[in-house]
């Protein structure tokens, strides 16, 4: 019920990269190592790591930032990135020749990588004008009591 009355702001950059030749369980070992981080922190991060899935998910962060900035106008200083998933592609099969005439397939992994950047300095609600701004009846009636004195009273003990 509260869906049409409260609209959120359209905060998020996205780039989608398809068919990469990589492994998808190689690239999330690099999207774990990044999700939830600012945008300078993740390029940082990613120039310094070893691993050959860092320079597909950069281009991709690149993307990304480079949505935000044009589609919602927004710095490359208050980008944060909020969506970073990795999923499995269609597998590409060759056929390599062998001895005696047999053949012997090969098959190379593909994955879809998911990269949404958000800017926080626009994370803010739309408010409708019915939307009424008190609390909920259950929150106005209880009142929360905190008892500071916890040690003295023995709710709180350390072993000796």
């Known amino acids: 019920m509260l869906n049409y009355l409260v609209r959120k702001k359209k905060t998020e950059g996205y780039a989608f990269g398809r068919h990469i030749a990589l ?11 990044i999700r939830g981080r600012s ?13 050959r899935a860092c320079y597909p998910i ?22 944060v990135i909020s969506k970073a998933e990795v999923n499995e592609g269609p597998t590409r099969k060759k056929l390599k ?31 409708s004008e019915f939307y009424s701004f008190r609390k909920p009846t259950w929150k106005r009636k209880y009142t929360t009591m905190v008892y500071h004195d916890a ?8 072993k000796k």
């Open 151 to 158: 040690y003295s009273s023995g709710g709180v003990w350390d």
């Open 23 to 33: 492994s998808a369980d190689k690239a999330r070992r690099v999207i774990d190592q």
């Open 39 to 51: 945008y300078e922190e993740t390029l940082i991060i990613l120039e310094l790591m070893p691993y």
């Open 97 to 127: 020749p062998r001895a005696k005439g047999r053949s012997y397939a090969i098959k190379r992994a593909t994955c879809h990588i998911t990269i949404a950047v958000k800017d926080i300095s626009l994370d803010e609600y739309e408010y």
């Open 58 to 79: 950069l281009k991709l962060i690149y993307s990304a930032a480079a949505n935000a900035n044009n589609n919602l106008g927004s710095n490359e200083a208050n980008l």
